[in-house]
Nanobody, 115 residues
Framework: QVYLVERGGGLVQPGGSLRLSCVAS????????MNWYRQTPGKERELVAQISSSGLANYSDSFQGRFTISRDNPRNTVYLQTNSLKPDDTAIYYCNVNYKQRNYWGRGTQVTVSS
């Protein structure tokens, strides 16, 4: 069974930073591309960033330069460093992996950016 568990969300002031983490189990983590998505109420879930098995990172345009995705294969963990946070970044952030042609999601971690 595939499990993804996100941590690291919270309340942060505008301009602040948070480091999100996602621990995966049930997969051979090091061979899979890992993704971070986010969702706000009334909107579709959107891709934030992804990192390949070789460590190649890709970002959606809105997050390039502010967010950094990384991975620690021995710890089966993918990270999302979020900097210069804005109120519009308030969302639930989800970890995702496509395994055997099926998408798996964690429960998400809430990020709230507010003064």
């Amino acid at each position: 069974q595939v499990y993804l568990v996100e941590r690291g969300g919270g309340l942060v002031q505008p301009g602040g930073s948070l480091r999100l983490s996602c621990v995966a189990s049930g997969i051979n983590f090091k061979i899979h591309t890992m993704n971070w998505y986010r969702q706000t109420p009334g909107k579709e879930r959107e891709l934030v960033a992804q990192i390949s098995s070789s460590g190649l990172a890709n970002y959606s345009d809105s997050f390039q330069g502010r967010f950094t995705i990384s991975r620690d294969n021995p710890r089966n963990t993918v990270y999302l460093q979020t900097n210069s946070l804005k109120p519009d970044d308030t969302a639930i952030y989800y970890c995702n992996v496509n395994y055997k042609q099926r998408n798996y999601w964690g429960r998400g971690t809430q990020v709230t950016v507010s003064s």
